[in-house]
């Protein structure tokens, strides 16, 4: 079975700086996705970027970018230049190739500060 | 930008009661899932639903929940009789596809609380 592990349940950056959030998985296939969603106190969940396992270039949307380790099964999530609009909950999330559904972390609640 | 819609966004019912829970996914998606979030855990995935019919399951969808396509444009999550533990935020979702690059759009949440 496939597991997701967000090890840090909570993190804290002060705002225009950098923070890594870490997520690690386990999983047999060859093929698959990983994503990252923010969840702020509205709940809703937003897709802040995804990987594909066959793509070994690391994704970049703006200020976030993800440092992904195949070999290690790690999929870092850097948020650079934060901002008070980025404290949410972050969850890691693994989907396989071959099917739809989505096996989420644990959530790393992110504080911003001044 | 296409949305999925969820209604209501909190629905109070009482222990025992039936409950419909509302979703229209985004016109040209195929797949449909739900998801549920216990407060202060881990979003779980329940069901995915593809052509009229469920295509996956999680443990957690026993034969107290149900779900359908009752027309074109609506994806609904029955729970037959509800307990506390059903106490939850409810997300629908759906995608254009099963594959590369299709990723999913989630619903802003149905908030449950049983009583």
């Known amino acids: 079975a496939q597991t997701v592990t967000q090890s840090q349940p909570e993190m804290s950056v002060q705002e225009a700086e950098t923070v890594t959030l870490s997520c690690t998985y386990d999983t047999s296939e060859s093929d698959y996705y990983l994503f990252w969603y923010k969840q702020p106190p509205s709940r809703q969940m937003i897709l802040v970027i995804r990987?594909?396992?066959?793509?070994?270039q690391n994704a970049t949307e703006n200020r976030f970018s993800v440092n992904f380790q195949k070999a290690a099964k790690s999929f870092s999530l850097k948020i650079s230049d934060s901002q008070l609009g980025d404290a949410a909950m972050y969850f890691c999330?693994?989907?396989?190739?071959?099917?739809?559904?989505?096996?989420f972390g644990t959530g790393t609640r992110l504080q911003v500060t001044l | 930008e296409p949305e999925v819609t969820q209604t209501p966004s909190h629905q109070v019912t009482q222990m025992g009661q039936e409950v419909i829970l509302r979703c229209v996914p985004i016109?040209?998606?195929?797949?449909f899932y739900w998801y549920r979030q216990i407060l202060g855990q881990k979003v779980e995935f329940l069901v995915s639903?593809?052509?009229?019919?469920?295509?996956?399951k999680s443990e957690i969808f026993d034969d107290q929940f149900s779900v359908e396509r009752p027309d074109g444009s609506n994806f609904t999550l029955k729970i037959r009789s509800t307990k506390l533990e059903d106490s939850a935020m409810y997300f629908c979702?759906?995608?254009?596809?099963?594959?590369?690059?299709?990723?999913?759009?989630f619903g802003s949440g149905t908030r449950l609380t049983v009583v």
């Open positions: 016109s040209n998606h195929l797949y």
């Open positions: 999330a693994y989907r396989p190739g071959t099917a739809s559904k989505l096996t």
């Open positions: 979702a759906s995608s254009e596809g099963q594959g590369t690059n299709y990723g999913y759009t």
């Open positions: 990987q594909e396992a066959y793509k070994q």
């Open positions: 639903f593809y052509n009229n019919e469920i295509s996956e």
